[in-house]
Structure formats: structure tokens, C-alpha cells
């Protein structure tokens, strides 16, 4: 296989603009290639969602072990900024530019590369490798990995591997691998009060008043202590507004919507109760809406993170460190039906900003460590001649 195929394969994906949740030929691009090494392709297609499942079977009995990942990505931002056009995968100073080029097309064209290389050299293997597409992880997440996993559920299919492509290395390639997410629990807050003129407050209830002693309670709160593999619970504010719009009326009511992220230590239940208390115990009229983005969930290191690991050190010699820290993933979803799952990809600072880009230099060597990462966790099953 020549040299630059991971390239040339990122650089058609990019070329597509598949602003989430359009998948823009991503996935019959991803098809074409899979079909010819024997996957049996399904497009599963729910609203405006376009997800891919693909299968190849080893031959062999043996494990199933997931590809996944997402061919959306987030809108460029303002066009005039960008020195190279978001979607033209422009190459300079070693860099390939492009909406996507590290979240995350360039590990789909790795781990299709490095299909291609195990599949034409090993044809026969223990188990099954698969692929798990969505055009839907950068908007709302509802008709996208979450309903294939499970309708993959419902058909009873067993999966024990999964390697999600997110963009997890730091400063360079390798020095990290997810092997958790936190979860994600918001809120939206309604504190209510009077409104009234300003010049009589004795006629009135201001929310603002009210709740400010609470805002500075909960936001002094230590939550939990975290454990070995997740940080200390965080809560943040992300939105107050309260106010008519005139500057001689004090409001009505007052809104707030709020985030916790949290590890294994907190459950849902135990922080929703823990802030309605506070909340209560200053004497507030409120009422909350709250919305459970994703459970918390981890693969503690074992084979998955021991292979992946291994091939990160042999392609780049770097020592990976895993964590559980960021935003969150698909990985919340396959977590529930996969045994392990971890998310492994390209250096992450330049993601969802303008410029986004990649080294041109990282693309072969991470196809290198996928491609070594699916013969160990396949080929380890396979029983001596």
C-alpha cells in the first residue's frame, strides 16, 4: 500500500462537508472501501441521521471488535478567519487544514488503511472486525451510535472491543488514550419571585436577591473527592438571565442552566437531591428541569488498554497515559453494550477552533498503531496450528 493512503483518504473526507448532521457521502465513500474486503454493509438511517454498520466476519470463533466514530463535524465559524479553506484539506508547513481533520476523519482513514493492510494479509481471523459510524456525535447525539447500539441490542449481537477514534493525544501522538469518560448531568432553573417597580421593592420579590446566597453556596460545594480514575465532580453555571429589559423593573423570575460533571464517586440521583436541598434550605420558589446527557463509564486497563498501549509505544515510543478527563463521547453509549472501550486519536488542540489541523507526519503512524492494535486483540484468539 502506498505510503500516502491515510493521506489521500483524509483529504476526500474533509473535501466533504458533512456540517453535523449531514453526512455528505461520507459513509457510501467509507462503504466502497469496506465492501470489496468482504464487510457486509448496513445503513441504518434514522431522521436526518446517516449511520453505518459494518461487519467482516474472521472465519474463526473469536471476539467482535468496533471501529467507531463520527463523519460530522462542527460549523467552520466565521469563513474570513480561516487561513485555508475549511474544506478544501490543504497541505502547509506539514500540516493538513480542514474541518475535521482532527475530529476525527483522519483516524476513520486510518482505521480504514489499516483494515485494508490486516484484512489483505490475514484474511482468515478469530473473530469479527466491525465499524460503528454516525453523521450525529457533534449534535444532539439522539439518532445517531445510541440508536444503533441498540438496535444492535435487540439483535443480540455480543461486542468486546471497541477503539473510538476521538482525538485524545495532548502533545503528541500517543501520550494519551481515554479510558473513561465522565458523565453529564444539566440542569435549567427556574427561581421564581415578584415582579415589581423598582422604586417600591417592599411590593415586590426580586430572584436575583434570593438566589444569589445560594449560587455562592453551590458553587463553594465540594462535590466529591473523585477516585484512581475520575477527577473531583465539577458544577458550573452556564447561563443567568433574569430582567425584562427595562431598568426600573425588578424581574419575576430568574433562570439558570447548570452542568455537573461527574465520575463513579456521585450518582444523578445523589447530586440532583444534594442541589435541590440547598436549594430549598434558603427558602427559594423553584422548579428544575434536569436532563441526563450520559452515565459516567470506564474500562479499567486490561486487554484493550494493554494492546493499544503496546502499539503506541512500538510506533511511536511513547508511553500513553490514560485518562478519563474532557467532555464526552459515543463512548457512553457503546459503553453499555461493549465490555471495553476505549477512545484513542490524533493530538487535540487545535478541535472545533478555526485552522483546525493535523500533522501530515502522525496519519501513517496512527494507522500503524490501529492496524497493530486489531492483530493483537483478533489475532491473540487464535488457536496454534
Known amino acids: 500500500m502506498a505510503p500516502n493512503q491515510t493521506l489521500d483518504l483524509a483529504r476526500t473526507l474533509i473535501q466533504k462537508e458533512s456540517v453535523t448532521p449531514n453526512d455528505a457521502g461520507c459513509c457510501d465513500l467509507i462503504a466502497q472501501r469496506l465492501i470489496p474486503l468482504g464487510f457486509k454493509v448496513e445503513f441504518l438511517r434514522f431522521g436526518d441521521v ?5 461487519i467482516r466476519e474472521g472465519g474463526q470463533p473469536g471476539p467482535t471488535l468496533v471501529l467507531a466514530g463520527h463523519t460530522d463535524v462542527v460549523p467552520t465559524g466565521p469563513l474570513t478567519k480561516w487561513s485555508q479553506p475549511p474544506f478544501a484539506a490543504n497541505e502547509s508547513a506539514g500540516m493538513l487544514y480542514g474541518r475535521g481533520a482532527a475530529d476525527m476523519k483522519s483516524s476513520i482513514a486510518a482505521f480504514i488503511t489499516a483494515t485494508e493492510r490486516f484484512i489483505t494479509t490475514t484474511p482468515v481471523f478469530p473473530g469479527r472486525l466491525a465499524y460503528l459510524i454516525t453523521s450525529d456525535e ?30 485524545t493525544s495532548v502533545h503528541h501522538l500517543g501520550d494519551m488514550i481515554k479510558n473513561g469518560r465522565r458523565g453529564t448531568l444539566s440542569g435549567s432553573l427556574v427561581i421564581q419571585g415578584k415582579q415589581g417597580h423598582i422604586a417600591y421593592p417592599h411590593q415586590a420579590i426580586n430572584p436575583i436577591h434570593l438566589f444569589a ?18 477527577p473531583p465532580t465539577t458544577w458550573q453555571v452556564s447561563n443567568l438571565n433574569a430582567g425584562t429589559g427595562a431598568t426600573n423593573v425588578i424581574p419575576g423570575e430568574l433562570r439558570a442552566h447548570f452542568n455537573f460533571r461527574f465520575g463513579s464517586v456521585s450518582s444523578p440521583e445523589d447530586l440532583k437531591s444534594r442541589l435541590e436541598k440547598v436549594l430549598s434550605r434558603h427558602g427559594l420558589t423553584f422548579h428544575v428541569e434536569w436532563t441526563l446527557g450520559g452515565d459516567p463509564y470506564l474500562t479499567a486497563p486490561g486487554k484493550l488498554c494493554n494492546a493499544v498501549s503496546a502499539a503506541i509505544a512500538e510506533v511511536t515510543g511513547q508511553t500513553a497515559t490514560l485518562s478519563t478527563t474532557g467532555g464526552t463521547s459515543d463512548g457512553r453509549f457503546i459503553a453499555k453494550h461493549c465490555r471495553e ?23 501513517e503512524p496512527l494507522s500503524a498503531i490501529y492496524e497493530r492494535s486489531i492483530r493483537t486483540l483478533l489475532l491473540a484468539h487464535q488457536d496454534p496450528a
Not at 457533534?138 to 477514534?165: F, K, M, S, W
Not at 446566597?213 to 475520575?230: C, M, Q, R, S, V
Not at 472501550?341 to 493535523?358: K, M, S
Open 50 to 54: 446517516t449511520n453505518l454498520w459494518a
Open 213 to 230: 446566597p445560594a449560587l455562592a453556596e453551590l458553587a463553594a460545594i465540594k462535590w466529591d473527592d473523585g477516585n484512581t480514575y475520575f
Open 341 to 363: 472501550v476505549i477512545e484513542f486519536g490524533p493530538p487535540n488542540q487545535t478541535i472545533h477552533q478555526i485552522d483546525e489541523r493535523i500533522a501530515v507526519a502522525d496519519l
Open 138 to 167: 457533534e449534535g444532539p447525539a439522539i439518532d445517531g451510535t445510541v440508536q444503533v447500539v441498540r438496535e444492535l441490542a435487540h439483535r443480540g449481537e455480543l461486542l468486546n472491543y471497541c477503539i473510538i477514534g476521538e482525538p
